[in-house]
């Protein structure tokens, strides 16, 4: 089992920052990309941005120079610091991450995409 469980979405005025984590937890044997996405009312799911676990970033055009994804490998944790926040920005954020996991009492050490369970961002004056 693997479970990934994200903090810190919230109401923000334009301009504002707010800051989201994403801690994975569970019989986990490697991680390698993890990242977030994006889900706005109405519209698709979009990557906002994602890292590798050597650090090879990834961003989406519209966050650019806004946004900084970053993660801590001994933690299991990643995070997106988000700063000049636009009211275009609010959406459900979703953690995900490239699990390599083992299921108990099983030794075979198995691929998971996991997804965390999103985080309400709302940019709003």
């Known amino acids: 089992q693997v479970q990934l469980v994200e903090s810190g979405g919230g109401l923000v005025q334009p301009g504002g920052s707010l800051s989201l984590s994403c801690v994975a937890s569970?019989?986990?044997?490697?991680?390698?990309?993890m990242g977030w996405y994006r889900q706005a009312p109405g519209k698709q799911r979009e990557l906002v941005a994602s890292?590798?676990?050597?650090?090879?970033?990834n961003y989406a055009d519209s966050v650019k120079g806004r946004f900084t994804v970053s993660r801590d490998n001994a933690k299991n944790t990643v995070y997106l610091q988000m700063n000049s926040l636009k009211p275009e920005d609010t959406a459900v954020y979703y953690c995900?991450?490239?699990?390599?996991?083992?299921?108990?009492?099983?030794?075979?050490?198995?691929?998971?995409?996991?997804w965390g369970q999103g985080t309400l961002v709302t940019v709003s004056s």
């Open positions: 995900n991450a490239d699990v390599w996991h083992q299921n108990p009492g099983n030794p075979e050490v198995v691929y998971l995409e996991a």
């Open positions: 569970g019989s986990i044997f490697s991680i390698n990309d």
């Open positions: 890292i590798t676990s050597v650090g090879v970033i």
